[in-house]
């Protein structure tokens, strides 16, 4: 990384930033956003309407980063719930509403930020591997400040593992902290929190299928016999298919029922519906949707009535306590083990209803499945990835597209292309890999959306630490020196000397 293409990039970036705060602080001001960005005000009416046009919605303000730092953690804690609390917890540690301890980040980089500075900068400036020209200092490569000038069998490398030792030790300790924190915090909301359904129930999958019995009856003698004292009652799972669209069409009508009934603008509560909503007169839309809900809700009951005899494999188990209930999810409930699956009843509003009828082979089939689809993935992402690395290197880019050349040779054009485009074409490839990790969960079988974007998470993880980590630093190592895998003893050293200044220049 050149130091003026670094400055470019560092100029680029608070420019953006500076916009995005602009927009931000304007467009939250302006009243048809309020769904957007005030959406919990808005679903508990406690939204001011504003009519009168003021010129102030049109001002950028930054009174609003400095409010967002007042809540405590007691008023997260009751608006966002747990999860917003340790989601905050990643950013900021916080005891009292006016003390401000410190940033969670900002202790990982300070350490590291003085460790790099005053130990191994100096010792790194000390080599004599790289030629450091003063004279052109914002021209010239950072490289002669990273690991890559240190002399060849140096004793002073040792500072450099004794640093990553330290930083991990200190990184460590401060993850132990929080997880432990964090735990207190769950315990007390767990205990201090009301019991729910899903507490005190399991979902069984693989129910086995009796021509004797119905599913239905069959759960219940085995939980019965099983379970005598513990076992409460049972749910089946039905084919749900049309009564699931049709209460997902209920939710999006009732969702438009609440925003109009918000709205003080009578301009919004009138209009036409149909084809495109203009041949047909306009109406009351606050009057054709309720009529519209309450079709809904009885197409829905119609739907319930015939669900008998579309019962699936799989039921909700409810326990008389906690207790009863985590045994039967701790405990192999029969002999064949991939009959009677017990797991983790999700919450009500968080069921992914699609695989509750899957089989656990197709399930498995399904998993096999995603995982060579990642793989793929992850090796074609690959492709972007070496486009990044032949962007930072000029020379290799020119003998890519010579037509360049006259291009490249203005100064602010190169500056942007080695240290702004790289990240930027990263970063919109970037973009395209949760959805596509979200859909891949998807298909694996899991019944509760916490569930798949949990998977998601963890697809996202590994695909990052071996296409950004990894791969984004050998490639620009390996791909410029393919010649070395001709001499496999020159790998090691080739490589120790490569790689540092290949991440130094990510």
């Not at 927009?23 to 956003?33: A, D």
Request: net charge positive; aromatic share 14%; hydrophobic share 45%.
């Amino acid at each position: 990384m050149i130091l003026s293409a670094l400055l470019t990039s560092v100029g680029i970036n608070l420019g953006l930033c500076f916009l995005f705060f602009t927009l931000y602080s304007v467009l939250r001001k302006q009243p048809g956003n309020a769904d957007v960005y005030a959406p919990r005000l808005v679903a508990e009416g406690k939204l001011e309407p504003r009519i009168n046009f003021n010129l102030e919605r049109l001002l950028p303000s930054a009174g609003w980063v400095s409010s967002s730092w007042h809540p405590t953690e007691e008023e997260l804690l009751s608006r966002a719930g747990l999860d917003g609390v340790v989601f905050m917890r990643i950013i900021i540690f916080r005891r009292n509403r006016y003390i401000l301890i410190t940033y969670c980040s900002l202790k990982v980089f300070s350490f590291a930020g003085v460790v790099g500075l005053c130990a191994l900068l100096p010792i790194n400036y000390m080599g004599n591997q790289i030629v450091i020209d003063f004279s052109d200092f914002t021209n010239k490569s950072l490289e002669s400040f990273s690991i890559s000038n240190v002399n060849d069998g140096s004793k002073k490398l040792w500072v450099h593992f004794g640093a990553i030792y330290a930083f991990t030790a200190f990184v460590c300790y401060l993850l132990y902290l929080e997880y432990h924190y964090i735990s207190l915090k769950r315990l007390a909301y767990y205990y201090s929190s009301e019991p729910k359904p899903d507490q005190f129930t399991v979902l069984v999958r693989g129910i086995p299928k009796s021509y004797a019995e119905s599913l239905s009856a069959n759960v219940e003698k085995f939980f019965s016999e099983y379970y005598p004292s513990l076992y409460l009652s049972h749910y089946m799972v039905y084919h749900t298919t049309k009564i699931q669209k049709l209460i997902s069409e209920a939710d999006k009508v009732s969702r438009r029922l609440a925003y109009l009934k918000s709205t003080q603008k009578t301009s919004q509560r009138y209009g036409r519906v149909g084809f495109l909503g203009i041949f047909r007169p306009k109406i009351d839309l606050v009057e054709y949707y309720e009529k519209k809900l309450e079709e809904l809700e009885d197409n829905a009951r119609t739907q319930q009535s015939l669900l008998s005899g579309k019962e699936v494999p799989a039921a909700f188990v409810s326990f008389k306590s906690r207790l009863g209930a985590a045994v039967a999810l701790h405990v192999q409930q029969g002999e064949n083990p991939t009959e009677w699956l017990t797991e983790r009843a999700p919450e009500p509003e968080d069921v992914y209803w699609p695989f509750f009828s899957a089989s656990f082979i197709s399930r498995w089939i399904g998993n096999v499945m995603v995982i060579f689809a990642c793989v793929i993935l992850t090796i074609l992402f690959f492709i972007p990835v070496i486009i990044v690395q032949g962007l930072t290197n000029l020379d290799q880019l020119e003998t890519w597209f010579p037509f360049l050349k006259g291009i490249l040779k203005i100064a602010f054009i190169s500056q942007v292309i080695t240290g702004y485009l790289p990240s930027l074409i990263l970063k919109m490839f970037l973009y395209l890999v949760p959805p596509v990790m979200i859909m891949l969960s998807s298909i694996q079988g899991y019944v509760a959306n916490s569930q798949i974007e949990k998977s998601a998470c963890n697809k996202m993880l590994w695909f990052t630490i071996w296409n950004i980590f990894f791969a984004n630093a050998l490639s620009g190592t390996v791909l410029y020196r393919v010649n070395i895998f001709l001499e496999p003893k020159e790998i090691p050293n080739t490589l120790a000397v490569a790689v540092p200044g290949q991440v130094y220049a990510c």
